[in-house]
């Protein structure tokens, strides 16, 4: 019995995620976007342009993507769902150098700038989440560098 619930522990361990808070997009924005794209499609069929109505395509599809960002045990990950097609962008912890904490920008939530090399991703949580975000982060890789971003 100690050992089911010992494995219970460690498999809660490993499935805890975070979810990020992704901004909406606005609906001026999305049907400026599939109008674009069928602005594109139209002109590259009248120029006979192929690649212009492969773009117009995507354009169209990217309005209807769904996004989420996910912080697990495991690494950080943007989740995209696209028309019933999923994708995963995941970054292991053992990739990421450093994570730099912004209070300022979107109060009252925190951003997370989680960079692996010269890339770096924006992540936004709520204020209440911070302290088992970076235990789980120092938990993951102790090497990570973990900072503050200061403002003047």
Same mark, same amino acid.
């Given at each position: 019995?100690?050992?089911?619930i010992?494995?219970?522990k460690i498999r809660?361990?490993r499935v805890m995620?975070?979810?990020?808070i992704?901004p909406?997009?606005g609906?001026g924005? /999305?049907?400026?976007?599939?109008s674009l794209?069928?602005?594109?499609? @139209?002109? !590259? *069929?009248?120029n006979?342009n192929l690649?212009? $109505?492969?773009?117009?395509?995507?354009?169209?599809?990217a309005?209807?993507c769904? /996004?989420k960002?996910i912080?697990?045990?495991?690494?950080?990950?943007i @989740?995209? !769902? *696209?028309?019933?097609?999923?994708?995963?962008? $995941?970054?292991?912890?053992?990739?990421?150098?450093?994570?730099h904490?912004?209070y /300022?920008n979107?109060?009252?939530?925190?951003?997370?700038?989680?960079?692996?090399g010269i890339?770096?991703?924006?992540?936004?949580?709520?204020?209440?989440?911070i302290?088992?975000?970076?235990?789980?982060i120092?938990k993951a890789n102790?090497?990570?560098?973990?900072s503050?971003?200061e403002r003047k």
């Open positions: 019995m100690k050992q089911i010992l494995e219970y809660k361990e995620e975070h979810y990020g992704i909406k997009r609906i924005i /999305k049907i400026g976007a599939i794209g069928l602005y594109s499609i @139209y002109t !590259s *069929i009248l006979i690649f212009y $109505i492969l773009f117009g395509i995507i354009l169209i599809f309005t209807f769904r /996004k960002h912080l697990t045990a495991d690494g950080v990950d @989740y995209y !769902s *696209i028309c019933g097609f999923r994708f995963h962008n $995941i970054w292991k912890w053992s990739e990421i150098r450093s994570v904490l912004d /300022k979107s109060k009252p939530n925190v951003e997370f700038h989680i960079s692996k890339v770096s991703r924006r992540f936004i949580f709520q204020n209440l989440n302290c088992e975000i970076i235990e789980v120092k102790s090497k990570i560098y973990i503050e971003i």
